[in-house]
């Protein structure tokens, strides 16, 4: 517990913003941003890429590791705003565009390009021009500069309350009719307005006035029926279960009394308990993804909890990852510990390698997709390259903290670890397995225990691909919780009612089984993200392809890991419980 204060301490330190009280008069200062696409939320450039006004010498502001994840590269701008202090028409620059100069924006305006400026942590969108394009004899198709920008501002007393950028009042620079090299100047207008709305609420001000169109609301319908569904679901494996187990428990122990009819009657899940604790071929491999599944587990919950708490909102660029990177390198103890303790139980002797392949199951995998989109994002000069400052940073929290905590909890697993305490001898000689119909077999489990817990999320799964691969700004924490526990409740029952029925053919391997029948959500997951990215998006280009296929991959081989974690433990109990509750020779 006073590991988790110290998280939730720690990620406060770096979430929260400080308000800032201005004087009247005061520079209040504007960061450019990033440019990007519209429809391609990950394709982002620096704001200073395009042909713009700028300061002889950029000056970068200081940035916390979650917004350089998120692709934010803040620099000085050369708009001069003060406190209180309306501003009309004032002139930026003058810009000399040469023909590489007009290509160039023609071209960010035909792909819609908007830029992102900051002020006061507030984020300020707008595009960058207009394309007027219409008929067919004649085709009307005229590409226009916005050249003038008019900054609205509200106050409450020393503080900002909101902030947006429009571009209004003024007519815009049709480069069509330019000649390179051609001087185009750049002007701005400020205009402050007093407001009631205090400084804690503004993030609702944010919200409803965002650049980006508001679509995601709460469908109470969709997600109570859901609920409704799963409940019953889960009710129904319960009580069938319940009354199936009660008769398997009156028949068995009932023929262990009648010892004349024992060889003759006794068939079933029972018949296999010398074989049924049989440990699993491939130990460490096994043990490293209940470990790891173990520790995903952990962070998404302490995400959520972070959420529910308000850590996140919409002016803490970057909150989320900050967070998310710190959880990880923190919760590495819990991977080690499991999987060791674990592999201990199983009588597994190399230790060593255990841990070792435990850190690499995952971090391997990232780092060689992670690798893939960053070489690809360096090569077209997106923000969303990370720079080496940033790499040799996290390298470092993974070098100095979380392989360090990963030997440390397998050392205290391995320590802690007794003996499996399996209620049922295991014979030398394994027992034949019976044939069993294709309703019985792992493919059939897989796509059961794999589409059953995805129906549970299948609903918020939209909401959340529209947070990550999209404009939207999710805040439906409590709504996540639930499906969260959802998901998880679904994922034990639909575990316990696969592995009883694996059992009662007679088949005792049920170890990788229930791995990979609730593992293979991910499997699910990933049809939906193919059918988002063509049929819900309008995402295009190299960049933001392999951006998202990469990063939803990693996201559902944590889906696979963590389901199959609970699910293989929630099936170890089941197990464990009907074989000790029936009499034994």
């Known amino acids: 517990m006073a590991a988790l204060a110290f998280l939730v301490v720690l990620a406060l330190s770096l979430t929260r913003s400080f308000a800032h009280k201005y004087k009247d008069d005061e520079a209040v200062t504007v960061y450019v941003n990033k440019v990007g696409p519209y429809f391609n939320p990950h394709e982002t450039y620096h704001y200073y890429s395009l042909p713009v006004c700028r300061p002889d010498e950029i000056e970068h502001k200081s940035l916390s590791l979650g917004e350089v994840l998120d692709g934010d590269r803040m620099a000085v ?60 004899l004649p085709h009307h198709h005229q590409i226009y500069l916005w ?33 390179a090299p051609a001087d185009v100047q750049f002007t701005y207008s400020v205009k402050w307005y007093k ?15 965002s650049f980006f169109p508001k679509t995601l609301e709460i469908h109470w319908l969709a997600i ?38 024992m060889d003759h009657d006794d068939y079933g899940w029972k018949i296999i308990h010398t074989d049924v604790f049989r440990f699993p071929s491939h130990k460490s491999l096994f043990c490293s993804v209940l470990g790891v599944g173990s520790q995903f587990l952990a962070l998404a919950t302490g995400i959520i909890v972070m959420a529910l708490s308000g850590l996140f909102n919409v002016h803490n660029h970057g909150a989320m990852n900050t967070a998310a990177c710190i959880l990880y390198a923190f919760t590495s103890w819990i991977a080690g510990y499991v999987s060791c303790k674990m592999y201990r139980k199983m009588g597994g002797e190399n230790w060593v390698w255990n841990i070792n392949l435990t850190t690499c199951l995952f971090g391997l995998p990232f780092f060689v997709i992670w690798s893939l989109i960053n070489t690809v994002a360096w090569a077209y000069h997106s923000t969303q390259a990370l720079p080496i400052t940033t790499i040799m ?40 397995i019976p044939d069993v119909p294709l309703y019985k077999s792992t493919a059939a489990h897989m796509l059961i225990g794999g589409f059953l817990p995805f129906s549970a999320i299948s609903v918020e799964l939209y909401y959340i691909f529209a947070t990550l691969w999209g404009r939207e700004q999710y805040t439906l924490y409590g709504v996540l919780f639930t499906v969260f526990v959802i998901l998880i409740s679904v994922t034990v029952c639909i575990s316990i009612a696969l592995t009883y029925f694996q059992l009662s053919a007679e088949d005792y391997r049920w170890w990788w089984r229930s791995i990979f029948s609730a593992g293979s959500s991910g499997g ?40 199959g974690t609970v699910s293989f433990f929630a099936a170890l109990k089941f197990v464990r419980y009907i074989y000790v509750n029936i009499k034994m020779d």
Request: hydrophobic share 40%; with cysteine; net charge negative.
């Open 77 to 136: 701008s050369m708009y001069n705003i003060k406190f209180k202090k309306d501003e009309d028409r004032l002139s930026l620059c003058t810009q000399r565009l040469t023909e590489r100069d007009i290509e160039q924006l023609k071209s960010a305006i035909e792909d819609l390009y908007y830029f992102e400026f900051v002020l006061d942590k507030l984020p300020m969108r707008n595009f960058i021009g207009r394309l007027e394009e219409g008929g067919f």
């Open 147 to 179: 050249t003038h920008l008019h900054f609205n501002i509200e106050y409450n007393g020393e503080q900002i309350i909101s902030a947006n950028v429009s571009t209004r009042e003024q007519h815009p620079t049709q480069l069509e009719s330019l000649v």
């Open 195 to 209: 407001t009631e709305l205090v400084y804690e609420r503004r993030s609702q001000r944010l919200r409803d006035n």
């Open 393 to 432: 940073l996290l390298g470092a929290m993974w070098l100095l903290v979380g392989y360090p905590l990963t030997v440390i909890g397998g050392i205290f697993g391995k320590n802690m670890a007794g003996g499996f305490d399996a209620p049922c001898r295991t014979k030398n000689i394994p027992r034949e």
């Open 524 to 563: 699910f997951v990933f049809l939906y993200a193919l059918f988002y990215y063509y049929e819900r998006s309008n995402m295009t280009g190299m960049l933001q392809t392999v951006e998202f296929f990469g990063y939803t991959l990693l996201s559902c081989y944590v889906f696979f890991l963590v389901l």
């Open 224 to 261: 109570i029926n859901s609920v409704v569904l799963i409940f019953l679901l889960i009710g129904f494996v319960v009580i069938i279960m319940t009354r199936i187990l009660r008769n398997d428990f009156q028949r068995y122990n009932a023929f262990e009394e009648e010892a004349d009819d």
